[in-house]
């Protein structure tokens, strides 16, 4: 007995085995067909891995360089930040300054104008005393008896200067040598006069007259105390609250 039994079992079988070769072979195609979609996929894969590789890469670089500008950016922002804060504490500084200046010029001008004030006030008494000076003198033109009042002050004549009137003070009256007064003498304290001076009006006064040699008083005198040295030549009518001495000083 054969393998495959009898001739029509055998090519039963084989046309069985042959269809299923065949069945075999589609179904190899067919997979080699899909393994070469597989392939050309997978290459498609490999190829769009790749580009996502790069543009990974790529996208990595750009974050980078996008943080690096940011660090920079903040750097930058920051510095300005420093620089407007700099600029704002330099321009309070200065408005501070210029206010202090202008503040300064302020008192600088009201001390000045100040200034100004308290001299025109003093040109102001000055001038005061000039005109009233100005119209004793016009007045001892005129024949009054005062030419110069000194209120509280001291007078002093020079050796040799001739007053066209009178003298007045509260204080003391000093008249040099060889000089002359055409007018009365009144003074609240002593009145001193030197060698050779001539009063040709009064002298009064509530201290002490001291008259020097040749000296000459041709109207009253009224005194506390009267020195007259030699030579002097004085008037009939003298009257005091105290001593009278004549002869050498």
Known sequence: MGLFG????????INVLTQNLDEIEKENRALKMQLKV?????????I?????EKITRENQDFMNKLKEAEDKYREVEERTHDVINEI???????????NNERSKEIIEI?????????????????????????????????GKVIVLDAFEKD???????????????????????????????????????????????????????????EAEIREEIFAGNAFISNGSVIPVSIKTTGDIKGGER
């Open 110 to 142: 009201r001390q000045k104008e100040e200034l100004i004030e308290d001299v025109q006030r003093e040109l102001e008494r000055v001038k005061s005393i000039n005109e009233e000076l100005n119209r004793q003198m016009e007045e001892t033109e005129r």
């Open 48 to 52: 769009i891995k790749e580009k996502f």
């Open 6 to 13: 009898g001739s029509s079992e055998k090519d039963e079988k």
């Open 38 to 46: 597989y392939e050309e996929e997978y290459e498609n894969i490999e």
């Open 155 to 213: 007078i002093e004549i020079s050796e040799g200067v001739i007053v066209k009137g009178g003298l007045k003070t509260k204080e003391n009256v000093k008249i040099e040598n060889d000089a002359l007064v055409k007018g009365d003498i009144i003074a609240g304290k002593n009145v001193t006069l030197g060698d050779r001076t001539t009063v040709q009006g009064a002298v009064k006064c509530d201290g002490s007259l001291v008259m020097g040699e």
């Open 88 to 98: 704002s504490e330099e321009r309070d500084k200065y408005k501070s300054e210029l």
